[in-house]
């Protein structure tokens, strides 16, 4: 059996490119969804699929589904055996993707009362490699401004306010950067279209505050603690402003598709040398050992999944 991309949809696990649903569907016209996405890294020397922080990841998608008025079948830990479960059929034996997805999955239009809808839930699992395909990234400062508390909530992943991050995203990559730095809508620097932002300066970690509408990053709070306790750096969150990304050390991106992406140019201005700097280096690399378990003090970070022998290749 071939290893292929499969969905947990409507209470089975189906090949992925038979999870379908109907054009009806709320989701579909309204994006009243929340979402998540989990690294699942293969461990060749051990053989074992390892699940990055799961938990943390369900916990988020809870959330979500509070904010659009949902009930989650299944408890956050019962997603995760589940998970384990979906990625151990697929038979893959390389990195994946996890997308679960809550969703109105109500085939009714022009409805906009959240609590007349039903809810739907699926989980798919694919296969994934880099996300920013480039070493050091060249970004530009998006002219959208990050989704304000106000208008949606930018703490929990929605799948309508990922609108934002795509049309910065879209036009960052048409005009020849690998990604955009959003500002907040007070002009302060928020986070990049699907990534946290570190700033360093003179031996100093600074992150935007969540109050800063930006997205609690899984990443970030490892990242931290990495900082904290690997190179006793505190990382200090306070409102950033978008020349302090000109004149700093260094700058990089966090992100579970991202991991620890160094940025090198910021509007056409190098960061520093433009290369990646020492801390982010440092980061990066105990970062990358951690989630492929290769660090016995963060090895719980981890879920262990050990693909189907079946659908070995
Ligand atoms: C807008 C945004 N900010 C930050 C992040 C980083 O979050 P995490 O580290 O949990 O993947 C993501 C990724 O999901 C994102 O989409």
């Not at 290893?3 to 999870?19: H, I, K, N, Q, Y």
């Not at 401004?145 to 960052?172: C, F, G, W």
């Amino acid at each position: 059996m071939e290893p292929t991309p499969l969905a947990w949809f409507r209470g089975e696990f189906v090949p992925a490119s038979e999870a379908k649903v109907g054009v009806m569907t709320h989701a579909l016209h309204y994006g009243t969804a929340c979402f998540e996405g989990i690294r699942c890294n293969w461990n060749e020397e051990e053989e074992k699929l390892l699940i990055f922080r799961p938990l943390e990841h369900y916990q988020r998608l809870v959330n979500g589904a509070k904010v659009l008025r949902m009930e989650l079948p299944l408890s956050p830990e019962e997603l995760v055996d589940l998970t384990v479960d979906l990625v151990e059929r697929t038979g893959y034996r390389q990195d994946m993707y996890i997308r679960p997805l809550a969703f109105k999955s109500a085939e009714r239009v022009a409805n906009l009362k959240l609590h007349e809808l039903d809810d739907g839930l699926t989980i798919i699992a694919v296969p994934f490699g880099q996300y920013i395909d480039v070493q050091v990234a060249r970004c530009v400062t998006a002219s959208w401004r990050r989704i304000d508390e106000t208008m949606m909530p930018p703490r929990v992943k929605l799948s309508a306010t990922y609108v934002n991050s795509i049309l910065a995203k879209t036009d960052a990559v048409l005009s020849g950067f690998d990604e955009a730095v959003l500002l907040n809508y007070d002009g302060k620097v928020a986070e990049g279209s699907g990534e946290n932002l570190f700033v360093v300066k003179d031996g100093e970690l600074v992150t935007p505050p969540l109050t800063a509408n930006i997205l609690p990053g899984i990443t970030r709070t490892c990242i931290m603690q990495i900082a904290r306790e690997e190179l006793g750096i505190d990382t200090v969150e306070r409102p950033i402003g978008r020349a302090e990304l000109y004149l700093a050390d260094e700058v990089f991106l966090t992100g579970t598709a991202a991991h620890v992406t160094p940025m090198g140019e910021l509007d056409h201005r190098p960061i520093a040398d433009g290369h990646i700097g020492p801390i982010t280096k440092a980061l990066q690399e105990i970062y990358f050992k951690a989630i492929r378990g290769q660090l016995p003090k963060y090895r719980h970070w981890c879920v262990e999944a050990v693909p189907a022998p079946l659908a070995k290749v």
